[in-house]
């Protein structure tokens, strides 16, 4: 287990600013530039975090410059390339909460009122194809917590509640059996159970299976912690907590994949409000398979959310470096 406030943590973390500074642009930008969004996404909520402020004021202006449109819309130089192409909301609700931890305001209020847009009006869900989506088509768990905690650092408490509503109620709708949970939804809250050939992942959680997308309920678990603080309504803390203990019955790999970082971000997160040991165990079991997957250069390979593009490396290394610092201070704060 890793030390609180110690050691291996904090190490992987300094690597992870040197080897992410080492990829930007003299203008600002990140590389490889050809692959836009898809790899700088996290990158400015993630040099805000690790008091690099300044390269990150750096990253907003050429993003305003070369990536935001006249409606608020962000990908406009270069597209949404790899999952962020089917995961809308995704790449921008993290842009704006860099932005606004950064107090770039003239790009974190635009972006925000055109995500904001996409929101279910009955529901609280966010549509995951984005402004040519209809009503009826999928809204999606990942989506929503994104854009849910984006809401909470834009100080917009009318959609961050009805996005928390709506995940408090997927979890009131989990199978039963308990040992499934469906990811998305579309005709309004009916959960998709037949979808494409080869996207089960995307789709549903199996506790029994390898390799399953742990991310997903995990970043609903944190947002849903962040919310109830927010409001002082701690149902939904109870409902983080059972999405939390979810994911603590899965298969043998539900602390070191990938897949689980932000399993251990929301354990965090729960200890730090809570004192559960359980938490504080969970959340440095990931912590510990974080750090033991690092390069020796400071750079991760694997994001959350797959990628098979080459700014995955970025993109990996920026939420590594978000979720380890994150993790760290929470922890600490548990012990307090």
Not at 3 to 11: A, F, L, M, R, V
Not at 225 to 243: D, F, P, W
Not at 256 to 284: E, K, Q
Request: charged letters at 20%; one cysteine or more; a negative charge.
């Amino acid at each position: 287990m890793i030390p609180t406030g110690t050691s291996s943590g904090k190490q992987a973390a300094i690597k992870a600013i040197k080897w992410l500074i080492r990829q930007q642009n003299d203008d600002g930008s990140f590389r490889p530039l050809a692959e836009g969004m898809a790899g700088f996404h996290k990158v400015p909520y993630a040099l805000a975090l690790s008091g690099q402020s300044g390269r990150g004021i750096r990253l907003c202006t050429w993003i305003v410059d070369n990536s935001l449109d006249e409606d608020g819309d962000l990908g406009a130089a270069f597209g949404r390339q790899g999952l962020l192409s089917r995961y809308y909301a995704w790449g921008a609700a993290w842009i704006i909460m860099g932005a606004q931890k950064l107090g770039q305001f003239g790009l974190s209020t635009p972006a925000w009122d055109f995500l904001a847009s996409l929101q279910h009006p009955d529901t609280g869900g966010f549509l995951r194809e984005g402004p040519d989506a209809s009503l009826d088509d999928e809204q999606d768990m990942l989506g929503t917590a994104a854009a849910g905690l984006a809401a909470l650092y834009m100080g917009d408490e009318r959609v961050a509640t009805a996005a928390g509503d709506f995940l408090c109620r997927r979890w009131d709708s989990i199978p039963s059996t308990g040992d499934r949970m469906y990811l998305m939804v579309r005709r309004g809250e009916e959960p998709v159970r037949v979808h494409g050939e080869g996207l089960d992942e995307e789709y549903l959680v199996m506790l029994e299976e390898p390799a399953q997308w742990y991310s997903v309920p995990g970043l609903a678990a944190g947002f849903l912690v962040k919310l109830a603080e927010a409001t002082g309504e701690r149902s939904y803390l109870r409902v983080g907590q059972e999405y939390v203990d979810f994911c603590d019955s899965g298969a043998d790999d539900r602390y070191d994949s990938p897949r689980s970082s932000f399993l251990g971000w929301a354990a965090s997160l729960l200890y730090a409000v809570l004192g559960n040991v359980n938490y504080r165990r969970i959340a440095t079991s990931v912590l510990e398979a974080m750090v033991q997957r690092q390069n020796a250069d400071g750079s991760w390979l694997e994001p959350a959310l797959p990628s098979d593009l080459v700014s995955a490396q970025t993109d990996a290394t920026a939420e590594g470096l978000i979720l380890t610092l994150e993790t760290l201070d929470n922890l600490e704060v548990g012990t307090a």
